[in-house]
């Protein structure tokens, strides 16, 4: 069993288009992020949902959106699409805030 | 903000030597995590360290937090084709955010 899955692996779309990214996690746990890394490999923290409460917004841009029905789903909505948001977004999940994180399988996202 | 520093960016061994990457914090940190992301996958935690001064081991991988609690190291021994990936330290400090270092990536030749 997957305990953190993310849909699509690889989204491949032009420049202005919206987005949506689809991460699902079956372990229980109570908080899950969105991890943005960049082709030097740099992963950066994007949002952390805690019991679908917003917990950690970094200085990401408005067209960026985190959706979260419930505990178990994180979802991420791109609007605008731009060159640089080309990247592979990860998900991850963990019991409790910080601890140790599970990451999903990563989605691969190429702007053009 | 509080920043990582995670030092070397690369490193190249034969297999059997040993490998060490160094992580430092401007600040204090409350914990520190680190994991392991081999080519092409997902970043895999491998352990955290809380504690001022603590010493964990996993067979041959030595992690260690300093006294201040603003540095850690990982060391591995001798090591295999297998420890090829890139190695990442994560930090939080008084804040909710864990930051991660950019990583150390460790190429084993055999």
């Known amino acids: 069993d997957t305990a953190v899955s993310q849909t699509p692996k690889y989204l491949v779309t032009q420049m202005g288009n919206d987005k949506s990214i689809k991460c699902e996690q079956n372990l229980g746990h109570d908080t899950m992020y969105w991890y943005k890394q960049d082709s030097k490999k740099f992963l950066k923290i994007m949002f952390s949902y805690n019991n679908k409460e917003l917990i950690i917004n970094e200085t990401v841009p408005n067209r960026f959106s985190p959706k979260s029905p419930d505990k178990a789903h994180l979802n991420l909505h791109i609007n605008s699409l731009e060159l640089g948001d080309s990247a592979v977004y990860f998900c991850?999940?963990?019991?409790?805030?910080?601890?140790?994180?599970?990451f999903g399988p990563g989605t691969r996202l190429t702007v053009t | 903000g509080q920043q990582v520093m995670q030092i070397p960016q690369y490193q190249h061994v034969q297999e059997g030597e040993d490998f060490t990457t160094y992580c430092n914090s401007s600040t204090t940190l409350s914990n520190i995590q680190w994991y392991k992301q081999r080519p092409g996958g997902h970043p895999v935690f491998l352990i955290q360290?809380?504690?001022?001064?603590e010493v964990k081991k996993q067979k041959r991988l030595t992690f260690q937090f300093g006294e201040a609690k603003k540095n850690s190291s990982l060391h591995i021994t001798a090591t295999q084709t297998t420890d090829v990936g890139t190695y990442f330290c994560a930090g939080r400090g008084t804040g909710y955010a864990l930051n991660f270092g950019k990583g150390t990536s460790l190429l084993v030749t055999p």
């Open positions: 360290l809380v504690k001022s001064g």
């Open positions: 991850a999940s963990s019991q409790v805030l910080n601890y140790e994180q599970y």
